[in-house]
């Protein structure tokens, strides 16, 4: 399996762009997670599916930012406007189960000039 | 007070050396995660744990449930060790991240 795939990895626009970013999960698993990672605020939970049904998206910052899950082999995350504080690394992973191991992509690096 | 709490922040080592991180938790948890993140940015899960210990190849991890605390030991370090190593608990599916140990083994 190629593990979780993410894309773009990198990506640079401009504040007030809408931005989308991609993540194909490991076949077969039923749960799937959008992380944040920056130097402030480290690895944060953004939100997660579990059987394409959205569970938990407390840590959503804002309206700005939304996802979905269409079907169980895509996900979407996408922000709208973008804004410089949106910078960060952004990390899809998925689990075989909720609870269980999780595995993760190799993230996409995001740059709001 | 964070949730989860890890230490030491930075650690060096020569190779060869026994190393230990340590993470403490306030929390209730249904199980421990252990990750390891490279220098590129990629993140490996490398245990989950909810109670006693595992160990794989050099990497041993063990959780206290009582005392909520788990500790990462890695024997005969070696300088592909060097990584940041992130403690995270789960509350179901929920995970919550300790701020890492940048760990740097020297040959």
């Known amino acids: 399996d190629a593990g979780v795939i993410q894309s773009p990895r990198h990506e640079v626009t401009e504040m007030g762009q809408e931005v989308t970013l991609r993540c194909k999960p490991i076949?077969?698993?039923?749960?799937l997670f959008w992380y944040r990672q920056t130097m402030m605020r480290g690895l944060e939970l953004l939100i997660y599916f579990n059987n394409n049904v959205p569970i938990d998206d407390s840590g959503m910052p804002e309206d700005r930012f939304s996802a979905k899950m269409p079907n169980a082999s895509f996900s979407t995350l996408k922000i709208q406007p973008s804004e410089p504080r949106d910078s960060a690394v952004y990390f899809c992973a998925s689990s075989y189960v909720a609870g269980g191991e999780q595995f993760f992509g190799p993230g996409t690096r995001l740059t709001v000039l | 007070k964070n949730e989860v709490e890890q230490s030491p922040q930075n650690l060096t080592a020569q190779e060869g050396e026994f190393i230990t991180i340590n993470c403490s938790y306030s929390v209730g948890i249904s199980a421990l995660h252990w990750l390891q993140q490279h220098p590129g940015g990629g993140i490996v899960s490398l245990f989950m744990?909810?109670?006693g210990k595992k160990k794989h190849g050099r990497l041993i991890a063990t959780i206290n449930i009582q005392e909520k605390h788990s500790s990462l030991h890695i024997t005969a370090s070696h300088p592909r060790d060097s990584a940041v190593y992130i403690c995270a608990v789960g509350s179901g599916s929920r995970l919550t991240f300790g701020e890492g140990t940048q760990l740097t083994v020297n040959p």
């Open positions: 744990l909810s109670s």
């Open positions: 076949s077969g698993h039923n749960s």
